[in-house]
């Protein structure tokens, strides 16, 4: 008989679960109480994106009398162009709507079973969704994560909101303040800035996105501050409504006043009240689901993937984990998670794209590296494409030449990281990466470049 799979929560990590499950011969329910595509296709990633795409296209579209763009009439093609944030949203809404329509199709397409509806575990071995009680020999919980919400602080809805609640703006904001500073908060920090809104950024941490490569995070702050946005240190105390805006007081009683607040403070899992400790999942003190790196719980038979555990809040890692986890279920071969392989991408103007280990971690591990940093400004096509800033920095072994991480700061980053996620991924050189053809003239020759000028003399490359 074939083994019965039911996966709560349809985003990354439990819907590219259920298609692996599937195919592998498994009997599989999916149980979501939303959308499926999750918080990634509904409220996070894909609209997120899509505003930034708006973003970026601003920018660029700006420059266009620079490259020598006019209108037919001769005249130039002015600098300070505008947004329709409704036609922005009513966009963005509309993609939305078409990735979770194709992610239902295509799950349906391949026999996966979906029932609608909110579920808790009844024990290990069983799932209840209403009046349904799906009786399973394996569990995945996919179920995620939501804004977390700081006392004194709560979002309205209109004024002062979560990311999730952005969408439903007709107008840009004329001063978005917005609280924190980690990826989430730059991200829209920065487009909003791009849009045309003022920007104020209250960053908790001594920098702008903290938790990334020293050097891009600050030449980050530094184009955040070119582009006048406000850059305040300090933690939010109180955001409160006053009349038409808000008003932002901090720790230190500091006080800013905008228009509309976004709050960007974390996540927290959405792992209470669904039966998840009764039935021997064992969870943090934050209330993340402690995972092995294999998906397994503490609960025999129960696995869990993406936010919910906590392990790196990555869509791309939360779709590894639920994979992994449908592998260990049905006896195909594992291969447990490796977080010193993820490329991950920030989606500012410039991206900071980032792969393998860090030069913090590096440093903290104790071993023997060198690093390469090349200024895009230089690369020939940078040059034509009218790309003045950005950065390819390289972390190899001083001895083997392993590649054991990168970092990119350019437009689309994330696309040119690709190469060394390989090079990472399948322990290659840097001799391997520059011994590679790039195409010229191409961003990816700095990558190539880069990585050469940490050859050592007298071995091969
Ligand atoms: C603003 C923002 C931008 C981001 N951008 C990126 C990005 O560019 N790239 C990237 O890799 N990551 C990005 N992330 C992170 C990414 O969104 C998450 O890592 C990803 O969504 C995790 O997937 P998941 O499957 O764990 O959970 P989710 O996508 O949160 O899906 C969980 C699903 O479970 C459902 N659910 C919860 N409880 C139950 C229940 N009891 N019964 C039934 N259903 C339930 C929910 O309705 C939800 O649909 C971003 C995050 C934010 C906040
Ligand atoms: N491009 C992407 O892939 C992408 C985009 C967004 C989020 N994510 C994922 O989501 C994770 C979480 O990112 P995030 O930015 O949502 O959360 P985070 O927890 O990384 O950052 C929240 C920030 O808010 C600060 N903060 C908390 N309380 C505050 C207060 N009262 N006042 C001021 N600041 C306060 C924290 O110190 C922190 O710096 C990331 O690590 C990433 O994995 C990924």
Same mark, same amino acid.
């Given at each position: 008989m074939s083994p019965r799979v039911v996966i709560v929560g349809g985003g990354p990590g439990g819907y590219e679960a259920a298609l692996v499950a599937v195919k592998a011969g498994a009997e599989v329910t999916l149980v979501e109480r939303?959308?499926?595509?999750?918080n990634a296709v509904l409220t996070d990633v894909v609209p997120s994106k899509t505003v930034i795409a708006t973003a970026e296209w601003l920018t660029i579209a700006g420059r266009a009398s620079e490259l020598g763009i006019r209108r037919r009439d001769g005249g130039e093609i002015a600098r300070d162009l505008t947004v329709d944030m409704a036609q922005v949203n009513a966009r963005v809404k509309a993609l939305v709507r078409k990735q979770s329509g194709d992610i239902r199709t295509r799950l349906e397409r391949t026999g996966v079973r979906i029932v609608a509806g909110e579920a808790r575990l009844d024990g290990p071995h069983a799932v209840v969704v209403g009046d349904e009680r799906l009786e399973t020999d394996a569990v995945l919980l996919a179920v995620g994560a939501r804004p977390r919400v700081v006392p004194g602080c709560e @979002?309205?809805? =209109? $004024? &002062?909101?979560?990311? !999730? #609640?952005?969408?439903?703006?007709?107008e840009l904001p004329e001063h978005l303040v917005v609280v924190g500073s980690g990826v989430t908060g730059a991200e829209f920090a920065g487009a909003y800035r791009l849009l045309g809104s003022e920007v104020t950024l209250v960053a %908790?941490?001594? $920098?702008?996105?903290? $938790?990334?490569?020293p050097d891009a995070s600050a030449h980050l702050t530094q184009v955040f501050k070119d582009r006048g946005m406000h850059l305040v240190g300090g933690r939010a105390a109180s955001v409160a409504r006053v009349g038409d805006g808000v008003r932002v007081e901090l720790e230190d009683g500091t006080v800013i006043e905008g228009s509309h607040c976004l709050m960007a403070v974390g996540s927290v899992p959405? !792992? =209470?009240? &669904?039966?998840l400790e009764e039935a021997g999942v064992e969870l943090d003190d934050r209330g993340l689901i402690r995972v092995d790196r294999v998906s397994?719980? !503490?609960? $025999?038979?129960v696995y869990a993937a993406g936010d919910c555990t906590g *392990?790196? @809040?990555l869509a791309s890692v939360a779709a590894t984990q639920g994979r992994i986890a449908m592998a260990h279920v049905l006896g195909d071969a594992v291969t447990p998670l490796d977080l010193s392989l993820v490329a991950s991408n *920030?989606? !500012? *103007?410039p991206e900071i794209a980032a792969v393998g280990a860090s030069e913090a971690e590096l440093k903290a591990r104790g071993l023997f590296y060198e690093v390469s940093t090349l200024d895009l400004a230089r690369n020939p096509r940078a040059k034509m494409l009218g790309i003045e800033e950005g950065f390819v920095k390289v972390f190899g072994h001083? *001895?083997?030449? #392993?590649?054991f991480g990168a970092v990119i700061v350019a437009p689309r980053a994330g696309e040119h990281i690709y190469p060394l996620s390989l090079a990472v991924a399948h322990h290659l050189t840097v001799d391997d990466v520059a011994a590679a053809f790039t195409v010229y @003239? %191409?961003?990816t020759g700095t990558v190539s470049e880069a990585a050469r000028r940490l050859h050592r003399m007298g071995e091969q490359g």
């Open positions: 939303h959308g499926l595509g999750g @979002p309205d809805g =209109e $004024r &002062i909101l979560t990311w !999730t #609640q952005l969408y439903d703006l007709d %908790s941490k001594d $920098r702008v996105l903290a $938790r990334e490569d959405n !792992t =209470e009240g &669904i039966g397994r719980t !503490t609960a $025999r038979g *392990v790196l @809040p *920030v989606f !500012t *103007v001083t *001895v083997t030449g #392993q590649v @003239p %191409s961003l």
